[in-house]
């Protein structure tokens, strides 16, 4: 895998530059996970959700002559 991470970067950056850079992307990525998943806690305990079967059903309607309104 060291190897690997040598021919990723045409710039000429260190090793240690991109593992440090990989590991700060990643870390930012769950991050945002993490909020994103709080958010929808919250979104659920407020009642404020679509359940698959009514989604499902308004997607199946579209460009039919009797689309139905966004649930």
């Known amino acids: 895998m060291a190897d690997a991470i040598v021919g990723v970067d045409a710039t000429a950056r260190s090793r240690s530059w991109l593992?440090?850079?990989?590991l700060e992307v990643y870390v930012e990525d769950q991050e945002w996970q993490l909020a994103t998943?709080?958010?929808g806690k919250k979104d659920?305990?407020?009642d404020r959700?679509?359940?698959h079967e009514n989604a499902a059903l308004w997607l199946r309607s579209w460009g039919k002559?009797?689309?139905l309104p966004a649930p």
Do not use: F, G
């Not at 593992?19 to 990989?22: K, S, T």
């Open 19 to 22: 593992a440090a850079h990989a």
């Open 37 to 39: 998943i709080r958010k």
């Open 44 to 46: 659920v305990q407020a």
């Open 49 to 51: 959700i679509v359940s």
């Open 65 to 67: 002559k009797r689309e």
